[in-house]
């Protein structure tokens, strides 16, 4: 890189050289040849504008000269004393511009803005030689005019024939000196022709030596320039695909960090949600063992002490008596198997091996079906079992998991409803849900215990009307079905005058 930088450095002072000698050659060639070349006319002390005046007084001269000779003819072609004299004032006005003009030439004349200062040697042997055209022919011109003055008023034929005899002379003379004139003012333009040609010849080589200044430059600094730049380039190109491969690589490496983090947030996630499930496992076993200890214990040593009574002491008990025991055995026996399929139900939902598949059907068919088989145990226990469901009442759920939430529902409500007794289940329809209640007349629930009637945490066990047992498990396994198809389900009630317990499905939607 210092390499590089002297290069550059060395190349620049070059550079700044070569670009001062151009300026420098071309304000001289402005300075030299502008103030050689151009003339302010109305500058007396200008002396192109100078030359250029000389010019044209020697025309103007030429011209006089020959306006004159050209009167003086006139004067012999119309011989009247009237004309000779308006002639002669003519002549007498062009001679005196003449010689003005003549004068100023050769001795200089601010009014014609003629400067003899800048009368070389030169010009001044030409009006020298000059002289030698203008006194004869200035000579004549002054004899007509003394002869117009003391001749042509005496005897004017006289003064036509004197006229008539000289005009050849003047004529000739005239001719000599326009010409001299002449010859001169095309011999001062071949001068400033000449000098312009010059002066442009020094602008050319002036431009030309610029030109050539350029071309070294070109070659030996702006070549080098150029290929140090292309280094300088390439350079600064593979620097900058470094730091993007860099870039790219850091940028890679921060897209990996960030799914990795976001793979490890969702790994804790994950973790945290196991933890959870396995310790809503662990509780739901505790629960489970809790229930087989204790639930499953009591019916069975209840059967166990009923087989016992009949067994030892059948020979001592009346008929009323068996049979009274034979009902109570029987019950028993009903209340451990609804236990134990509820139990098995729970256990199949846990491992995963009862399958949820929701589909479409008739509500009103289910719950017919499923009060026909309650009918029995209804008038066991003279309760009225009665339903009010809207026909066409169909809802999307599982028809197997509404049957049984139906069944612990109607079941609970026979258990805790006494004698005499009424339970209705009846549905309505709530727009994108069909609400179906169970109520009962039975002995209702005290507040503390409703709001954990659904959860695993709940630890009351109430006795039915005839003694019957609930565990609490079918209401915790009906509120996984009923959520499970996308429904709720509450209760509410009073002590001393009943239950409601109410769930929800999702109404079918005709497309």
């Known amino acids: 890189m210092n390499n590089h930088y002297n290069v550059s450095k060395r190349l620049t002072?070059?550079?700044?050289?070569?670009?001062?000698?151009?300026a420098l050659v071309t304000i001289l060639s402005y300075v030299f040849v502008n103030q050689n070349l151009v003339s302010d006319p109305n500058d007396p002390s200008d002396k192109r504008s100078h030359i250029g005046r000389m010019i044209n007084f020697n025309g103007a001269c030429a011209t006089y000269a020959q306006e004159i000779a050209l009167q003086t003819l006139l004067i012999s072609k119309v011989p009247t004393t009237d004309s000779a004299r308006t002639i002669l004032e003519q002549i007498e006005f062009d001679f005196e511009l003449l010689q003005k003009a003549y004068k100023g030439l050769k001795e200089g004349d601010e009014d014609y803005g003629l400067n003899k200062d800048f009368n070389t040697e030169e010009i001044k042997a030409d009006f020298q030689n000059t002289d030698l055209y203008y006194e004869p022919f200035s000579k004549h011109i002054k004899e007509i005019l003394q002869m117009g003055k003391e001749i042509l008023p005496k005897d004017s034929l006289l003064f036509f024939a004197k006229v008539k005899n000289m005009q050849p002379q003047i004529t000739e003379t005239a001719r000599d000196f326009s010409n001299r004139m002449l010859d001169l003012s095309f011999a001062y333009d071949q001068k400033a022709a000449d000098e312009i040609a010059y002066w442009g010849k020094v602008e050319l080589w002036l431009t030309i030596f610029a030109l050539l200044v350029l071309f070294i430059e070109a070659l030996f600094v702006f070549r080098p320039a150029v290929s140090t730049l292309n280094t300088y380039v390439k350079e600064i190109e593979a620097?900058?695909?470094?730091?993007?491969?860099?870039?790219?690589?850091?940028k890679a490496n921060e897209n990996q960090l960030r799914l990795n983090a976001e793979n490890l947030a969702k790994t804790n996630a994950d973790l945290l949600k196991s933890q959870q499930e396995l310790r809503e496992a662990n509780l739901m076993k505790d629960k489970f063992f809790s229930i087989i200890v204790h639930d499953l214990k009591s019916p069975l040593n209840s059967l166990k002490a009923m087989v016992g009574l009949l067994t030892k002491f059948s020979d001592k008990l009346t008929t009323e008596e068996i049979q009274k025991t034979a009902q109570d055995l029987d019950k028993s026996i009903?209340?451990?198997?609804d236990f134990i399929n509820n139990l098995l139900t729970?256990?199949?939902v846990q491992m995963q091996e009862m399958s949820f598949e929701s589909k479409a059907f008739d509500l009103r068919d289910l719950i017919d079906k499923q009060l026909k088989l309650f009918k029995v145990y209804a008038q066991s226990k003279n309760i009225t079992l009665k339903y009010a469901i809207p026909k066409n009442s169909v809802v999307v759920a599982d028809p197997n998991y509404t049957d049984l939430v139906?069944?612990?529902l109607v079941s609970n409500a026979m258990k805790f409803t006494p004698s005499g007794g009424e339970i209705k289940v009846s549905a309505k329809n709530k727009g994108n849900f069909i609400e179906i209640s169970v109520s009962d007349t039975?002995?209702?629930?005290e507040s503390s215990i409703?709001?954990?009637l659904f959860n695993w945490n709940n630890k009351h066990i109430t006795s039915g009307t005839l003694g019957e047992k609930g565990t609490g498990l079918g209401l915790v396994l009906s509120r996984e079905f009923v959520e499970k198809s996308g429904g709720t389900i509450y209760a509410v009630s009073e002590v001393g005058k009943g239950s409601t317990f109410t769930f929800t499905l999702p109404a079918y939607q005709e497309k």
């Open 450 to 452: 409703l709001k954990n």
């Open 334 to 337: 009903d209340g451990l198997f």
């Open 13 to 22: 002072i070059i550079y700044i050289t070569a670009l001062s000698v151009i």
């Open 406 to 408: 139906i069944r612990n």
């Open 346 to 348: 729970w256990a199949k």
């Open 442 to 445: 039975g002995i209702g629930i």
């Open 239 to 250: 620097k900058n695909k470094s730091l993007q491969e860099a870039y790219d690589r850091i």
